[in-house]
């Protein structure tokens, strides 16, 4: 469908500000430049998307997703990915915005439905963009300015919007960024504003070499002063990053302080850990009967969803271990939960907060590192890392070592 006949009649935008003839005088608004930031955001995007999703399904699993916990570092390494390169994606997004800016002022706006189409999902695919970058920067700083959703649900369905939007927009301009490639690769000046002997603007502008160093380059350096927070050899570096991999309690980070979970000061007279659940018989555990029974020792990374990460030794009884001096075999989804807050005047019932409790399908049970850890680099475990026990387990997001432990439901 044609609508040149249509534009002829409707009247034309005024020729002032951005509308005017020449206002973008920059060789950069082009195609070129466009394909190749668009090139590299769609691969930052992807591999955010799929790390994700993988993060997703480890956190809320589909019927479908089993979780497993080998390799031990497996989720260190997608979440480390997935924020760097959502990090990375920034300059780059603000760069390409730029590039594309003057077409939001071509007349007409469109010539024929399927481009009408491609343009109206660019609506979601620059907002989505924004939302996601600008939430998953909140959530490494533990900011939650959301009033109707939460951040784990709002940056899930924003993420398969964007990327939806992403396939129409990839699937209106493969040609284009296909022929604007093949360009660039015939004529290695692709790099390279030609001087113009009429045009100062031309003459001194910032050239496409200078330009994409600027935006690589930010890309990069951004990327470099965060990712310390979970490569150790870069700490150092971190500049930017909000939390060091290598500062807290213990010699590493805390998310949550005991205090702030309402558990701080366990009575340890009247601390149990109790183990229930289907056929079995209940069996309470004090803490000196879990330092008694076989201790195992392991080096597991902490990797949190906020990007950061640290392995420490573990010292603890293994899940497996416990199960079996309750009397319960090792087959079984289990439920592990958090000592409740303590009550207070103005709340005498308390409930455990968010990720008070967590489940470990069977294959995490089997698992001989799946811990309840007691102590941490040979010490004591800090009250702010889940004294008197808490879970660490192979290849688990952070926010699912669940700390405070006093309760396992065999399910």
């Known amino acids: 469908m044609n609508l040149d006949n249509f534009w002829e009649k409707a009247p034309h935008p005024p020729q002032v500000g951005p509308f005017r003839d020449g206002a973008f005088t920059s060789r950069l608004h082009d195609e070129r430049s466009a394909a190749v930031l668009g090139v590299a955001l769609g691969v930052s995007f992807l591999v955010c998307f799929l790390t994700g999703l993988y993060s997703h399904q480890l956190q809320q699993p589909a019927s479908w997703f089993t979780a497993f916990p080998r390799p031990a570092g497996l989720y260190r390494l997608t979440q480390g990915l997935h924020v760097a390169t959502g990090i990375a994606s920034i300059p780059l997004l603000f760069a390409k915005l730029w590039t594309v800016f003057p077409k939001l002022f071509t007349w007409p706006p469109f010539r024929s439905g399927g481009q009408a189409i491609e343009r109206l999902f660019l609506l979601p695919l620059i907002g989505g963009s924004l939302f996601l970058l600008f939430s998953g920067i909140n959530n490494i700083n533990g900011r939650y300015p959301y009033g109707a959703f939460t951040f784990p649900d709002g940056h899930w369905y924003a993420s398969w919007i964007t990327m939806g939007s992403l396939i129409v927009h990839i699937g209106a301009k493969v040609g284009t960024t296909r022929a604007a490639l093949k360009r660039a690769r015939r004529d290695q000046t692709y790099i390279a504003i030609a001087e113009s002997d009429t045009d100062p603007f031309e003459r001194h502008g910032m050239s496409r070499k200078a330009f994409f160093a600027t935006a690589f380059g930010a890309s990069g350096l951004v990327t470099l002063f965060t990712i310390g927070q979970t490569i150790r050899p870069l700490s150092k570096l971190a500049l930017l990053a909000p939390r060091r991999s290598d500062t807290g309690p ?95 005047p103005s709340n005498p019932k308390p409930r455990r907060p968010n990720y008070g409790t967590s489940e470990l399908t069977a294959k995490m049970v089997r698992d001989p590192d799946t811990l309840l850890a007691l102590k941490v680099n040979g010490e004591a475990l800090h009250p702010d890392h889940g004294f008197p026990v808490r879970l660490i387990a192979p290849n688990r997001p952070g926010v699912l070592q669940t700390k405070w432990l006093n309760e396992i439901e065999v399910m």
Not at 267 to 294: K, N, S
Request: with cysteine; aromatic share 6%; glycine share 8%.
């Open 250 to 344: 213990q010699g590493f980070p805390v998310n949550r302080t005991a205090a702030n979970a309402g558990v701080a000061n366990v009575d340890m007279t009247q601390y149990r850990m109790i183990v229930h659940g289907r056929g079995l018989t209940p069996r309470e555990f004090t803490y000196a009967e879990l330092l008694a029974l076989p201790q195992r020792t392991a080096e597991l990374p902490i990797a949190c969803v906020e990007g950061w990460s640290s392995s420490q030794v573990w010292t603890g009884v293994s899940m497996r271990t416990l199960l079996s001096a309750a009397g319960a075999g090792a087959e079984s989804d289990v439920l592990v939960s958090s000592i409740p807050p303590k009550a207070t």
